[in-house]
């Protein structure tokens, strides 16, 4: 069976992981082109910047719009959706926080070693609630996945799921005025609430997902307008994400991710390389970051050039993800699945 003759929901899913791959990818590539430096002041010039790559966090954020909202209308909001969350967020996010803790003790960077409390707090993936430093920044991003995760859970099982587009409604307000309501909101209320920063990209997720269910209305085509728009505003200066070449990235994923699961015509999204990818995204988003920059600095100081330690730090992270997703999160998920199931 080809992979355009799958049917519209299983070619669907394939297409969503194709784009999760490119999202991956586009992370790594951004922090290893461009945040590296920060964290070694010895490296070398890089041959390449990728700066929109951190945008590839964006289009997470609107798959998991769309994913969780698709598993919740399924299953409804019970106690299976809290177990498949936790077996698919936790016992593999311990092993990577983990084992990124140990290697920056055992290779430190400058201003980077973690501490115990850090591990800690880490391990709960609550850290930013608590106002903790993590054990790698990249965890801020599950953050605001726990926040969305409660709040649709909670809409769920008050019988409100029918209001879903004036929810995504309130979240897209709520990024268009976030950097000056912000101080008014207390801490961590905005990651619960779902109005902050990114919380107009959840709801692009939800609107596109009941796009493909039900089909368009004016009201769906303009909040997508509206959730480019909400991506602009730039008063507070370390918005690194906002302005106008923002907006249109994010254009540009709402567009790619409605192709994806609307048409057919993106074959490249089911490329065996970018499903594989997708499929190891999580551990690669997870242990990409740190453990990638230690072997940059390992690679670089001993005298490898910036595309060979790039090169094979890419590789090496890549297997390391294949071998932490089918050694260790597949298997205890099905394991864990099965325990916490019965």
């Known amino acids: 069976m080809t992979v355009t003759s799958l049917p519209p ?63 919740l209308e399924k299953r409804g909001a019970s106690r299976d959706f809290i177990i498949s969350r936790f077996i698919r967020l936790y016992p593999i996010f311990w092993i990577c926080v983990c084992l990124t803790f140990f290697i920056l003790i055992a ?11 850090s591990l800690f707090a880490s391990l709960t993936m609550l850290q930013d609630y ?91 085509a303009f909040l997508l307008l ?11 200066s370390n918005y690194d994400d906002r302005g106008p070449v923002a907006s249109f990235i994010i254009a540009g994923h709402i567009v790619l991710f409605l192709i994806a699961v609307l048409t057919t015509r993106l074959s490249v999204l089911s490329h065996p390389w970018l499903v594989f990818l997708g499929a190891i995204s999580y551990p690669l988003y997870l242990v990409h970051q740190m453990i990638g920059y230690v072997l940059l600095a390992q690679f670089q100081s001993a005298g490898l050039g910036w595309w060979g330690s790039f090169l094979l730090t890419t590789s090496m992270m890549i297997a390391l993800a294949a071998a932490l997703t089918y050694c260790a999160d597949v298997p205890m998920r099905r394991w864990l699945a099965t325990r916490l199931r019965d």
């Not at 290893?32 to 390449?48: D, H, I, M, N």
């Not at 509206?226 to 507070?236: F, G």
């Open 130 to 220: 608590a106002k903790l430093a993590p054990v790698d920044s990249v965890y801020w991003s599950l953050t605001y996945e726990l926040g969305f995760y409660f709040f649709m859970f909670c809409l769920f099982r008050v019988k409100l799921a029918k209001h879903i587009e004036k929810v995504a409604s309130i979240w897209i307000i709520g990024t268009l005025t976030f950097a000056w309501t912000a101080p008014f909101i207390p801490h961590p209320l905005h990651y619960l609430s779902m109005i902050n920063g990114y919380g107009h990209l959840f709801a692009a997720g939800l609107i596109i997902y009941k796009i493909t269910q039900t089909g368009w209305t004016p009201l769906r």
């Open 9 to 71: 929901d299983a070619k669907r899913l394939t297409n969503l992981d194709g784009l999760r791959g490119l999202a991956a990818l586009a992370v790594l590539l951004y922090h290893y082109t461009s945040v590296f430096p920060r964290f070694w002041p010895e490296a070398k010039p890089t041959g390449v910047l990728v700066d929109f790559g951190g945008f590839g966090v964006h289009l997470f954020f609107m798959i998991s719009g769309f994913v969780i909202l698709m598993t």
């Open 226 to 236: 509206l959730v480019v728009a909400a991506q602009y505003p730039q008063p507070l």
């Open 107 to 117: 290779f430190p960077l400058p201003n980077a070693t973690p501490t115990w409390i």
